[in-house]
């Protein structure tokens, strides 16, 4: 029996830096009422608020649900309001070195396009993150840039050995986010075990980049129970299977009272 699920954002529960809509809303807000979920992403908290959070109700079901901002290295959870567990924020002098060598392995592997909207670097404290096309570029071009992967790949191939002691990961539709080392959506899992006291196997995670050089690859790597998707579309599946589960394993009652760890 699966006591948490986990999801990604961008990618999985909406589209890149966009709401989820309104099926995924209120699915989320009926699983919510019988299971535990988090959300880990590489988005910042006011970009949890504004994408995922105001879409949802306020309602005894949010006691459910753990926010992970910039791939789990913030930890958020509701308690009247919300509330910041913790905060791995990196250095003034780490965050420097990191913004520096993003601009050069941008340049170096000459990616960068002809037109941006929107900071491209940002400093999210915690994690610094490379949105190629800045963080207001329209989807669809955000889509078009690099499907397969093949720009960041080779722009997180020269990160690596220009900061090999941060973590480098692929997320979004064009993003790359550097944390310190070993802070991941691993290391995020691993604080969601030790804080709901939940072990690892009692996990599920859905995600878009569950594979080598993706943010999401971590989670698989933790060793949790991984379902990857392609979209929000195929995210609406499984959500809709796991409360069919979830249902009949509760002999077909509605929710469960929501319980604090």
């Known amino acids: 029996m699966k006591r948490l699920i986990v999801f990604d954002l961008d990618g999985t529960l909406a589209p890149s830096k966009s709401p989820p809509d309104a099926v995924i809303a209120l699915l989320l807000h009926d699983l919510l009422g019988i299971v535990k979920v988090a959300v880990i992403s590489g988005g910042s908290w006011p970009q949890f608020e504004k994408q995922l959070l105001a879409k949802l109700p306020i309602d005894q079901g949010l006691a459910n649900l753990y926010l992970l901002p910039t791939c789990g290295t913030q930890f958020y959870r509701h308690e009247q309001d919300w509330v910041r567990v913790y905060s791995e924020d990196l250095s003034s002098d780490e965050r420097q070195k990191i913004v520096s ?151 077909g009652e509605a929710a469960t009272p929501v319980e604090r760890p």
């Not at 195929?234 to 589960?245: D, G, H, M, P, Y």
């Open 101 to 251: 060598s993003l601009q050069k392995a941008f340049d170096l592997t000459g990616s960068a396009p002809e037109r941006v909207w929107g900071e491209v670097i940002e400093d999210r404290g915690s994690q610094i993150t490379l949105s190629a096309l800045g963080q207001r570029a329209p989807l669809a071009e955000k889509e078009r840039w690099d499907p397969d992967f093949s720009k960041r790949k080779q722009i997180a191939a020269v990160l690596d050995t220009l900061i090999p002691e941060f973590s480098v990961r692929m997320g979004g539709a064009t993003s790359i986010d550097v944390t310190k080392p070993g802070i991941d959506k691993a290391y995020g899992i691993r604080k969601l075990r030790d804080i709901l006291s939940i072990p690892l196997s009692e996990m599920l995670f859905i995600g878009d980049a569950i594979f080598e050089g993706g943010n999401d690859y971590p989670a698989e790597q933790a060793g949790v129970d991984c379902i990857p998707v392609r979209g929000p579309d195929e995210t609406k599946l499984v959500i809709e299977t796991i409360i069919a589960c979830l249902g009949a394993a509760g002999d």
